[in-house]
């Protein structure tokens, strides 16, 4: 007999025996039902927000990197200063580098925005026209101001779509004054949808305005003073060299001495990725560690349940004995048992963490799917712990001396 033939007349024992105890056999593999959903589910949520991460960071811009002041330290105690960045930080980054594209500085602040009877919350971005470019922002109606609003500080702004949903419902903005603070500003765009940025904003409620009315009207600040300048290489190949420059230039504007702490941060979109991604990977573990405890138990449920089983079919085992099966034949027959019982947890798991999928991604709005890499990975684990659990009854079968089973009552 092949072992293609013994394997199918194993497969066909083991349905058999399942279908006399069906409510047996469904508690037996409750647990790996439970294992194997956790696992589905917890990979394709990982990898939703994983791409939703690159995405993020994406939004930031082709090939962006953003410096940030950093507050000095003094006699070891951090004083959180001001911010040292100005202007002319960021025209010398596009001067004096040969792997810097574009270099945009920018204010930040909240501010409450107001249209007739409709106000919001938004945040309010005072900058240089070239900040759209190096952050591949495009406005869905209308434009964007020119270099003349920026020298005579027009009170004109770009507005989030989000911004637009609050205060103009879907009535056209453009042309519209809308309201900061004392001062009105005039709508004269409507940027595309971003979504979230890397840092957690909402990119699409949001304002932005020339930076010089920005410091007119919005803010106070020391003259050329900014919050952050973002800057863009030339390449995604020149990133890590970009940003080794803009350091040095940095560090030479703002006088800082050998082996003095840097009073700024230069930031990449690959770090943004690399720390989000870390995060994400931790969790991901966990997660799975406490799934795999689930599938250890029911791995274990599968192996009392089959121990059972051999014990309650001693004299048919002899039978089969007596009659010419060897032992490889009733290895064979306990073990394909044990694995269509995983593999059925492992289908019904699968089956469960497919539907979990389809409601989270429509409650979090995530592009989230299980592909085949997924299914094989959840069906390929369920029939290993079937395998490997059922094991040790398929053996004690095995070896049973059939005078003695024949026997056993």
């Known amino acids: 007999m092949t072992f293609l033939s013994r394997f199918l007349s194993a497969l066909w024992l ?3 025996a399942v279908s006399r105890n069906k409510l047996r056999a469904g508690l037996t593999t409750l647990g790996i039902t439970i294992g194997v959903a956790a696992v589905v589910t917890v990979t394709a949520l990982a990898t939703g927000a994983r791409q939703g991460v690159m995405a993020q960071v994406s939004a930031l811009g082709n090939n962006a990197l953003i410096v940030f002041p950093r507050s000095s330290r003094t006699s070891g ?6 911010s040292k960045l100005n202007e002319l930080d960021a025209k010398a980054l596009t001067r004096d580098s040969t792997s810097i594209a574009a270099a945009v500085p920018f204010l930040r602040s909240a501010a409450v925005a107001v249209y007739e009877s409709e106000n919001t919350t938004t945040s309010v971005i005072g900058t240089r026209l070239q900040y759209f470019s190096v952050r591949g922002w495009a406005v869905s109606d209308g434009e964007v101001w020119s270099t003349n609003a920026e020298s005579v500080a027009d009170k004109v702004c770009v507005i989030g779509v989000e911004t637009r949903k609050k205060l103009f419902g879907a009535g056209d903005p453009i042309g519209k004054s ?5 001062f009105y500003f005039q709508v004269i765009g409507v940027l595309e ?6 840092f957690g904003q909402n990119q699409d409620e949001i304002i932005v305005v020339p930076i010089t009315t920005m410091r007119s009207s919005i803010i106070r600040s020391r003259p050329n003073e900014v919050h952050a300048i973002l800057f863009s290489a030339t390449s995604a190949e020149t990133t890590k060299q970009a940003k080794r420059q803009a350091e040095v230039i940095l560090r030479d504007r703002h006088r800082l001495q050998e082996g003095q702490e840097d009073d700024f ?9 690399e720390l989000q991604d870390t995060i994400f990977g931790y969790l991901t573990m966990l997660l799975i560690g406490v799934a795999a405890v689930s599938l250890v138990v029911g791995g274990i449920g599968v192996m009392n349940i089959m ?9 048919e085992i002899g039978i089969r004995m007596a009659i010419g099966a060897r032992e490889a034949d009733i290895l064979i027959q306990f073990l394909v048992e044990a694995l269509v019982l995983a593999t059925i ?13 389809a409601i989270f991604a429509k409650l979090l709005s995530w592009n989230i799917t299980m592909d085949l890499s997924t299914l094989l990975l959840a069906l390929g684990t369920s029939s290993s712990i079937g395998l490997l659990f ?3 009854p398929a053996r004690r079968a095995a070896r049973l001396d059939p005078i003695k089973a024949l026997g056993r009552e």
């Not at 121990?307 to 004299?315: C, F």
Request: charged share 25%; proline share 2%; glycine share 14%.
């Open 307 to 315: 121990l059972v089983s051999v014990a309650e079919r001693t004299r």
């Open 345 to 357: 947890g492992g289908f019904m798991g699968t089956a469960i963490g497919w539907g979990l999928i």
């Open 77 to 82: 105690v951090r004083n959180d200063a001001t």
């Open 193 to 198: 949808e971003k979504g979230q940025s890397p």
């Open 265 to 273: 941060e230069v930031r990449s979109q690959q770090e943004f990725q």
């Open 178 to 182: 809308v309201r900061l603070g004392r």
């Open 14 to 16: 083991a349905f058999r």
């Open 390 to 392: 059922g094991f040790l």
